[in-house]
């Protein structure tokens, strides 16, 4: 956990979601849209009449999702930040390529990750393009207290984001010293 002896001032971004790796010189692909296989926009009748029709049908979702994981590689992706839900098959693809996936639900949060790191939310799945991911020197998970928070540490000085973490004893002390940084920061 951090003590007041153990801050450090520096350009980070705090989330509350939980993975459980750390990465340095972290590439990092936000997607607006889940992980997971695409659908269709109509509702369609798929009628197998064999178990060899259903392992294709299978396999060809499979395929799609591994292609996609593949080409993240490739782009050499090490981070994927989503708003979505994150498909079984998508979370065992991106844990064999090692890329670390955070699920971030917040479209505020996910919108001062891509202000401070860089990146840009895409609404499609695949691989960005250099000018789409975001960057950061290390984003790692840590317990401030007794919440575990991802810390998305990033080394851009032009960066206007910033996250203060405070403790308190009571939550009307919290509050209180929101409020006042509130007032100074709106002024």
């Known amino acids: 956990s951090l003590r007041p002896s153990s801050s450090r001032e520096s350009r980070l971004h705090v989330t509350l979601r939980a993975p459980s790796s750390t990465w340095q010189n972290a590439k990092i692909a936000v997607f607006g849209c889940g992980i997971e296989p695409g659908s269709t926009d109509t509702k369609a009748r798929v009628e197998l009449t064999s178990a060899d029709e259903l392992k294709e049908y299978n396999l060809t979702e499979e395929t799609a999702m591994a292609k996609v994981v593949e080409e993240l590689a490739a782009a050499k992706v090490n981070v994927a930040v989503t708003s979505g ?32 790191s860089g990146a840009i939310t895409l609404v499609r799945l695949g691989a960005p393009t250099p000018e789409e991911a975001g960057h950061a020197r290390s984003v790692d998970v840590r317990e401030i207290g007794d919440t575990k928070v991802v810390i998305f540490d990033v080394a851009d000085d032009q960066t206007s984001v910033e996250t203060l973490v405070l403790r308190g004893a009571t939550r009307n002390m919290m509050d209180a010293v929101e409020r006042a940084i509130d007032d100074a920061v709106n002024v």
């Open 85 to 116: 839900n994150i498909n079984d098959m998508a979370q065992h693809y991106l844990e064999m390529n090692n890329i670390m996936v955070v699920k971030i639900p917040s479209k505020f949060d996910i919108r001062r990750l891509c202000k401070a």
